[in-house]
């Protein structure tokens, strides 16, 4: 009984705090740092200032009341775990940020396809990760082929490494520790986990922070209908990542991942 009269309190809590990691960024962004980050890499908006207010918003709200991060996946349990799923993963996931390099995913039918897809994605990954299996030595050449690149080119490499530094240490983790971290867990507490997908148990809260996790990224264009079609199939990324982690108990595993889909540095190497 008392977790359902907590609904409404974690439901308004969870909006307050989306909402001012939305206020922080979109304020930010429209400060006069945007021109410092312009300059970091020329021709390309990196939003380090941001994502770290994304970020310095839950861990205060951690620290202010006194969470603890492992209550909300915020810490490397089951490395072995977590290691397996992102191995079983990469794969699919990268398929995935593949058909977002192919196809306008701005109109409604790009998005479609990229949802679809993703739909694809997540029962694949929720197939494969049935039975246990270590990762062995796809782990090593994961490392290699993510965090590892080498060209010739010095310029591709400092462009490959501090894309890397940002996707996979500040984009990647500050969204999921918001998404999947605290906004998933904060509702799993209060709504359960009823439901069960390849013998995973997940509850509302996956969805309501998928669907935040779309709107979150409409929110810098609302009026723009392209706006929307990214919140679309970035629901859908929210539902894999979601999974991830009711599958693995943290969010390493969906940060990293998220990351794949994001950015892969040997793709930019490639295009040298």
């Known amino acids: 009984m008392k977790q359902v009269q907590d609904r409404p309190r974690a439901t308004v809590e969870v909006i307050i705090v989306f909402m001012l990691a939305i206020v922080l960024f979109q304020g930010i962004r429209a400060s006069t740092f945007s021109a410092w980050e312009l300059e970091i890499l020329p021709g390309q908006r990196l939003f380090f200032l941001e994502y770290g207010a994304v970020l310095g918003v839950v861990l205060a709200l951690f ?6 991060g492992a209550r909300y996946g915020i810490v490397l349990q089951g490395a072995r775990e977590q290691m397996r799923v992102i191995a079983v993963g990469f794969l699919p996931v990268l398929a995935l940020g593949g058909v977002l390099g192919m196809v306008n995913w701005q109109t409604w039918a790009g998005a479609g396809i990229v949802s679809a897809f993703a739909v694809g994605v997540l029962v694949v990954l929720g197939w494969a990760l049935r039975e246990k299996s270590p990762p062995g030595g796809i ?44 906004i998933q867990s904060r509702l799993n507490e209060v709504f359960g986990r009823p439901f069960r997908f390849f013998g995973v148990e997940w509850g509302w809260g996956l969805v309501m922070a998928s669907v935040l996790f779309g709107l979150w990224h409409v929110a810098s ?5 392209g706006a929307w079609c990214h919140g679309l199939w970035t629901f859908f990324a929210g539902l894999i990542f979601g999974y991830v982690r009711e599958r693995s108990r943290g969010i390493f595993a969906a940060s990293v991942l998220h990351s794949v889909m994001n950015y892969l540095p040997l793709f930019d190497l490639l295009s040298v």
């Open 139 to 182: 782990m090593s050449a994961l490392v290699l082929v993510v965090l590892a690149p080498t060209a010739m080119e010095y310029g591709a490499v400092g462009s490959a490494i501090l894309k890397t530094i940002y996707f996979y240490l500040l984009v990647g983790p500050a969204e999921e520790v918001l998404f999947r971290g605290y």
């Open 63 to 68: 620290a202010i009341t006194r969470r603890s």
């Open 221 to 225: 264009r609302p009026l723009d209908a």
